[in-house]
């Protein structure tokens, strides 16, 4: 074979993994789709269905047109300079040089994201990227329903998708990055820089959001039960399908390598990475179903809890500790859901407990058990200390704080909840025209302009399991 096909194969390889791996993380949003389709009551199935459709669009697009640019612009900032077309690169370190060169290829107009037959990676690397980034805007959707305008939910999506969580991917999932060349974190599966960031921005938005009419009487809890609770436990398969090409993508596999390595340069295999993440899949399950003795949507959620609580470290850790730690975590993340639910907060799918908690512990785990664990030339080791800081700057510094920032500005431009008789009704009805189940008489009418007085009254989940 010639060196030019010898060479070419190897780009071929680079690409169709990231390529498959990326179109395999695309279950992560049919299941999302099912998974919170299912848990709305059926007055706003549709609505939900609806807003996470969206997300795939206003932060595809999005991080497209700008979020690919802050993970290759910020890396070194605010210790470094902030790259962009001011930047003078004979001005720069030959580190910074080195980091540089990668902004040319970030911006949207740019040839290399495009048909360009010397460019194979750059468009295959901002498709999975895009995908990691629709997954934050997921995870916040399905906390939000019932109740959010479809308007301002988009908005945040965009600020979730393709700022925060980016910021944090380019400070901590970043060859550059300066969570990394300063304090050595490590954060293989994205535990923080993706579910930290996503989980602890939804809690803030949740807190100005406010909980659903009817979910507290005199300040407790009242249960508001899924519609269809089967359909929810089938998109969370869905999802841990995802999971295992979520992963993958997490790896590096370009071409020359002769290893497989991660983002930090060190090595790693991906058949330890797919037994790890079904033993987590496994552990995690088991352990919340003990915890919330046998609840079936706490215990496939535990599932998730579990792959997030190893996903930092799940390219270092042996399988014995993967289900220890799984287990742990997901046996933890029932309690927290119901102590947020006690405190006020009306997360519906939980969001805050399987990614915030899940993904802050995740985090900081390999301070623990990989602590001394040694990176490269030059940069710290894993640290407790290091991971701690980190793990605090994605949950609370691009987690909570412009989470909670950008839904208080909602609130007050009337952006971010819809009445109250639009929630009675049903969002079905005020966001998409008609309701799911027409032919059953659910959703309050089948269109906008029928007549309200001959149309059947909207059924809770609670009643119609009492009628059936």
Not at 360 to 376: C, D, E, K, R, S
Request: glycine share 14%.
């Amino acid at each position: 074979m010639e060196e030019e096909a010898v060479k070419f194969l190897g780009t071929f390889v680079s690409e169709s993994f990231y390529y498959w791996a990326s179109v395999i993380m695309l279950m992560i949003h049919v299941g999302f789709l099912a998974y919170e389709g299912g848990v709305a009551r059926t007055k706003n199935v549709l609505a939900t269905m609806t807003k996470n459709m969206l997300t795939v669009c206003s932060v595809g697009i999005s991080f497209f047109l700008f979020g690919w640019y802050i993970y290759n612009a910020f890396p070194m900032f605010p210790f470094g300079p902030l790259f962009g077309p001011w930047t003078s690169e004979e001005a720069l370190s030959e580190t910074a040089q080195g980091a540089f060169a990668l902004v040319g290829a970030s911006y949207p107009w740019s040839p290399a994201v495009g048909p360009n037959p010397g460019d194979h990676l750059t468009g295959v690397f901002v498709f999975a990227f895009a995908l990691f980034a629709m997954t934050t805007g997921s995870i916040m959707s399905g906390s939000l329903i019932e109740r959010a305008k479809m308007g301002g939910y988009l908005i945040l999506s965009v600020i979730l998708g393709s700022i925060c969580w980016v910021i944090a991917a380019a400070w901590g999932w970043n060859a550059f990055g300066w969570f990394f060349t300063k304090l050595g974190y490590h954060d293989f599966g994205c535990s923080a820089v993706v579910h930290g960031v996503s989980g602890f921005f939804t809690l803030g938005v949740l807190m100005v959001l406010g909980p659903r009419v009817g979910k507290y009487v005199d300040g407790k809890p009242v249960p508001i039960l899924p519609h269809n609770l089967p359909l929810t436990m089938v998109g969370l398969m869905c999802i841990f399908v995802g999971f295992f090409g979520f992963l993958a993508a997490c790896a590096i596999m370009l071409p020359g390598q002769s290893a497989i390595l991660t983002i930090y340069g060190t090595p790693m295999t991906l058949s330890s990475m797919g037994l790890n993440t079904l033993l987590a899949l496994a552990a995690g399950i088991i352990g919340a179903y003990i915890s919330s003795k046998g609840d079936p949507f706490f215990s496939i959620s535990g599932g998730l809890a579990g792959i997030i609580t190893i996903g930092a470290g799940i390219d270092l850790y042996q399988p014995g500790l993967i289900i220890v730690l799984a287990f742990a975590g997901a046996y933890i993340m029932p309690k927290i859901a119901v102590f947020i639910e006690k405190k006020g907060v009306d997360d519906v799918v939980g969001a805050v407990a399987v990614h915030g908690f899940c993904g802050f512990l995740g985090a900081v785990l390999p301070g623990i058990f990989a602590a001394g664990y040694v990176q490269g030339d030059g940069i710290p080791a894993i640290s407790f200390t290091g991971q701690l800081i980190c793990s605090l700057i994605c949950c609370l510094l691009l987690g909570f704080i412009p989470g909670y920032g950008s839904a208080f500005i909602l609130k007050k431009l009337g952006m971010l909840r819809v009445s109250k008789e639009e929630e009675l009704e049903g969002l079905d009805l005020a966001d998409c025209g008609y309701g799911a189940y027409p032919e059953a008489g659910i959703s309050g009418v089948t269109v906008k302009d029928a007549d309200a007085a001959s149309s059947p009254a909207p059924l809770a989940s609670t009643k119609l399991a009492k009628s059936s």
